[in-house]
């Protein structure tokens, strides 16, 4: 039994109390003229740097966990490629977004410093000198390990000049039958400009000789992506390839036909894929956005991989043609690309895979199918929680949409697209609803970064079905994850109501941890009615009854939960902050958890990406753990608690605390208030917290430590624990 605020109040002793909860109590001697904060008049005056990480090396700091888990020995063969290409998709990510940002900050000459103090030119240096050696070593370990690995169990990516004639005959073949037509040699000489290069594209440079004149020319070669990068070979025993960039080098002669092929190398670029819209200006923002994703093709570039081998005066002149610095170029021993390596991951050998993983239906749904009550009948017995990719997403927020299109007593259907799949069954059925004459509003965010085009194409066949679709406001992102189901029942309206921290998407909802909650509490579904009205009307609602809502009160919120905290930890109440998230950056949240710490509250962070919050600093942040935890699936859920003095209150919702989410977007986080649900939301914390399989601790000077299990303890993925709930046969 946990001793309240209530409980203290009445000098009740005999309560015993949590272990973590006995630790936050004790009383701090730090007064309140001694706590460590950061007045806006001392930025200028301080070390920032002792106060926050930079987010940039931070971010690669979980890059190269995602690294670690491909490294990782204990890591099946085929899930350690699909890691090594999903840290290469990364990386191709964070140079078009971040280091883009930071680039066109410092070309623009802007007097801005992050967080941490770092002026845009010396955070480009150190961004660089973290990714150098991390990238070298990818791709080392790759060639030198995980090839090699791969070749012994019959996975054989062969360079070209390893396989023998027969073979080489077959690629003849399947290059004039298969490439030629498809490339276009491009010359470049006073006559012919250096050539347009797509981002993310790989290219060969080539170097011919006329036969007849003895004259050098330089040439490009894209390598079509429309092509499977990696060639196979028939008529093997095995999986064996070859990359399909080799397979072009080595029929350069038909490309080129009466030139001597001196040399060949590859290269690839990353352009900056941003994208820059005057939403104050546009006056149709679909338009203005289908522009601004032309112009997109032709962002500058923000980098150059290259063989380690390339001449310098090759290098140079791609330098110099591309409009880069050698800043910016990249030098890979072996295999450019190795994103592409996501195909060799999903090939037919179970036996170097991850066990198949197949997502349960929640109880409470599957035994009110058994009693033959529809969705809405389950809802209304109770608030339920579902955990993916756990708990099946096909059966409970796919089905709460579908039933809603086709139930007779449904009167309208109200929700929120950030992203979704490319045949999506959601908005399938929304368009469903409207065609069976329900009222449908969706809010479309055209601007989720990277589904631009999909969302325009969604957005426009919502239209085109009746579906009141809007966009949202200028200069602010709708991110939250929100749904409502109006009902009639009798003679009242019944709002039902699904509140999660992960996309309406159902491929994504199998490989991403996320949490929602399905309601039919009035407070919910009124302050849900008003967040609607505020997306789609005019509206400046500012008070709800029981969501915090972004940019409108969550900061001031949150902020107000953790002072509470402190307030509790010096009164001698029970005090204690867990909170997971996918980043933490905010300076004027971690400010405020710098301070509960000074006081004695114990704060416990499960951060999976960027972390700027420094634990664990004598006087400063003594009592703030931070673990990051990866695996196979990816942590996406963002769940906060607090102690409340005993009073436990718990939040789930789609916000991290970061400024683009408290200030730039539309964003709920909901209470959960059944003590059950609490419960089970603090289960789920305290397993994560236990993980001693893929979780990593935090440590002062900015460094990771993954943990190990200490001498006779046994192995503990939370992620694997959460599967043998549902499965037993997985724990």
Known sequence: MTRTKKDLEQKDLDVSLEVDIIESVVSSEISESTLVTIDKQDEKSVDRSMYFFNRELSWIAFNKRVLSEGIDSRTSLLERAKFFAIFSTNLDEFFMVRVASVKKKFAEHMDIVSDDGLSPEKQLQVIREALVPLVTMQHEFFENTIRQELYEHGVKLLDYKDIDKKHQRYLKTYFQDKLFAVLTPLAVDPAHPFPYISNLSLNLVVIVRDRYTKEKNFARVKVPNVLPRFVKIPETDDHTFVPLEQVIAHNLDALFPGMEIISYYPFRITRDAQLDIEEEEADDLISALQEELRKQKFGSVVRMEIASDIPPEIRKELIEQLGITEADVYDIPGLIGLGDLMAISFLPMPEHQDKPWKSVTHPRLKQGDEDGKNIFDIISEGDFLVHHPYQSFTTTVQRFIEDAANDDDVLAIKQTLYRTSGDSPIVHALIRAAENGKQVAVLVELKARFDEANNILWARKLENSGVHVVYGFKNLKTHTKTALVV?????????????????????????????????????????????????????????????????????????????????????????????????????????????????????????????????????????????????????????????????????????????????????????????????????????????????????????????????????????????????????
């Open 487 to 731: 009902r009639q029942e009798g003679d009242r309206l019944v709002r039902y109501v699904h509140i999660g921290t992960g996309n309406y998407n159902p491929k994504t909802a199998r490989f991403y941890s996320d949490l929602g909650i399905f309601s039919c509490n009035d407070n919910l579904g009124a302050d849900l009615t008003d967040l609607f009205n505020y997306l789609t009307g005019y509206s400046r609602q500012r008070d709800y009854r029981k969501l915090l809502v972004a940019p409108v009160n969550m900061r001031e919120k949150f902020l107000k939960l953790i002072q509470r905290e402190i307030e509790h930890q010096k009164q001698g109440y029970p005090s204690y902050i867990i909170a997971k998230m996918n980043s933490l950056v905010d300076p004027e949240i971690i400010s405020a958890l710098y301070e509960a710490s000074q006081v004695g509250v114990n704060i416990d962070l499960i951060i999976r990406g960027i972390c700027c919050i420094r634990p664990k600093v004598k006087g400063l942040s003594d009592r703030i753990r931070v673990i990051s935890v990866i695996g196979r699936f990816l942590e996406h859920s963002r769940i906060f608690y607090f102690s409340n003095g005993g009073e436990e209150q718990i939040y789930i919702g789609s916000a991290d605390w970061m400024p683009r989410n408290l200030d730039a977007r539309v964003e709920v986080i909901t209470p959960v208030e059944e003590v059950s649900l609490i419960k089970e939301l603090k289960q789920i914390l305290e397993i994560i917290l236990a993980d001693n399989r893929q979780a990593w601790d935090l440590k002062e000077d900015g460094t990771y430590i993954q943990r190990v299990p200490k001498d006779g303890e046994p192995e503990m993925s939370s992620q694997k624990h959460f599967m043998s709930q549902g499965r037993p046969e997985f724990a």
